[in-house]
């Protein structure tokens, strides 16, 4: 009779947590997160404390330091982050220093092999010349840097403010225009526009 009773009991038992369980299904529901978009995804790959060489063709031309790297593949286009900023240095083809490119951000477009800089960016190169601006493009294949705001050069022959900016990466030729500046005498030609300060020589 004991072992009766004790079936019994269980046998109610399990109907309920039949019950239970039958309720919790049929009440479930489905708790999904929305889609991330490209542009939301987060990097690939994050390196800290970064000093680096990296070639070009080949040869060694640059050495970056960098607090953080960031690399995202899934972003399209995909690109290098920097945001803790960047320095940079410059070889010649002897391994000599010839530059140093610094920014507080930077991003890197490798397909198109395009360095976009901002915040406080600053060049200097071993003849003595200082660039700075808020935004510079650096472009790999025509090897050339360019912005188009608010530029300052100091050689020490001059100094000069400009809206658009041009040169070679060895800051050896370039263009200002939408110029001022002070100049010593004769360092222009007479016949040049006031606007327009470049390194090029007239053909």
């Known amino acids: 009779m004991i072992i009766k009773d004790y079936i019994k009991r269980l046998s109610g038992v399990g109907s309920v947590l039949a019950l239970m369980l039958f309720m919790a299904c049929s009440e479930a529901q489905e708790h999904t997160a929305p889609a991330v978009n490209p542009e939301d995804s987060v990097s690939m790959m994050t390196t800290y404390g970064v000093n680096t060489l990296i070639s070009d063709s080949g040869v060694i031309k640059y050495r970056i330091v960098t607090e953080r790297w960031d690399v995202n593949t899934v972003r399209q286009p995909s690109r290098w982050e920097f945001m803790k900023g960047v320095f940079f240095e410059q070889f010649d083809e002897r391994f000599h220093v010839v530059g140093y490119v610094q920014a507080d951000t930077a991003w890197y477009y490798d397909?198109?092999?395009?360095?976009?800089?901002?915040?406080?960016?600053?060049?200097?190169?071993?003849?003595?010349?200082?660039?700075?601006?808020?935004?510079?493009?650096?472009?790999?294949?025509?090897?050339?840097?360019?912005?188009?705001?608010?530029?300052?050069?100091?050689?020490?022959?001059?100094?000069?403010?400009?809206?658009?900016?041009?040169?070679?990466?060895?800051?050896?030729?370039?263009?200002?225009?939408?110029?001022?500046?002070s100049f010593v005498p004769n360092?222009?030609?007479?016949?040049?526009?006031?606007?327009?300060?470049?390194?090029?020589?007239k053909k």
Do not use: C
């Open 187 to 201: 360092d222009l030609d007479d016949d040049e526009p006031a606007d327009s300060t470049s390194t090029e020589k």
């Open 111 to 181: 397909q198109k092999r395009l360095w976009k800089l901002r915040g406080r960016v600053s060049i200097r190169n071993t003849n003595g010349l200082i660039y700075t601006s808020e935004e510079l493009y650096w472009d790999g294949l025509s090897h050339e840097f360019y912005s188009t705001v608010y530029s300052r050069l100091v050689t020490p022959e001059r100094t000069i403010e400009g809206t658009y900016f041009r040169s070679d990466e060895q800051m050896t030729h370039y263009t200002v225009t939408n110029s001022k500046g």
